[in-house]
């Protein structure tokens, strides 16, 4: 919940402008300080669930939870073991993270020499999955940009970017900053 993020990082009492995003169903973002609040809500929750995901799940036994470029390729972890049976959000992520870091994916999104990307098993990427984390992305982002704007700040403003929430603790970092 936004309350308990707020609370628990302390942006209600910092005098350096903060943000706070609450990714899950929908993305909830906060910008500010103790002086001055501004809150909104995105529509990134589809991708993250897996929802509109070609072979999109829930975070759950055999969903893909982490993928990492090595030697050339992709290695996949698969919640509670065995064959992958989908790819959840923070799956996703690392796709297109580790598909950016191969140049299997262009940084337009557009996939190289394919129209699906193999993960593992039968798990497939495909283009228009791609399509769906950029809008989640653009529409977080989008909420961040206008927030930090109201306050008549900019995002070089922002002293911390806080992640909460059932997807924000278990994303990437690094895939987040790649993507």
Not at 61 to 90: F, H, K, M, W
């Amino acid at each position: 919940d936004i309350l308990a993020g707020i609370v628990a990082t302390g942006l209600h009492e910092s005098r350096d402008l903060m943000a706070l995003m609450d990714l899950g169903t929908n993305g909830e973002v906060v910008v500010g300080n103790r002086e001055r609040m501004l809150c909104t809500s995105t529509a990134a929750g589809p991708a993250f669930e897996g929802a509109r995901i070609w072979m999109g799940m829930r975070a759950a036994t055999g969903a893909i939870s982490a993928v990492q470029a090595r030697d050339n390729g992709l290695t996949c972890q698969v919640i509670g073991g065995g064959e992958p049976r989908g790819l959840c959000g923070s799956g996703l992520v690392d796709a297109v993270a580790a598909g950016l870091e191969l140049a299997w994916i262009h940084s337009s999104g557009r996939m190289a020499n394919r129209k699906e990307m193999p993960l593992a098993g039968a798990i497939l990427l495909s283009a228009t999955d791609v399509r769906e984390l950029q809008l989640a992305k653009g529409a977080i982002a989008a909420g961040l940009r206008m927030l930090t704007a109201r306050l008549g700040a900019s995002l070089e403003d922002l002293q911390q970017l806080h992640l909460a929430g059932a997807f924000g603790n278990y994303i990437s970092r690094a895939s987040a900053e790649r993507i």
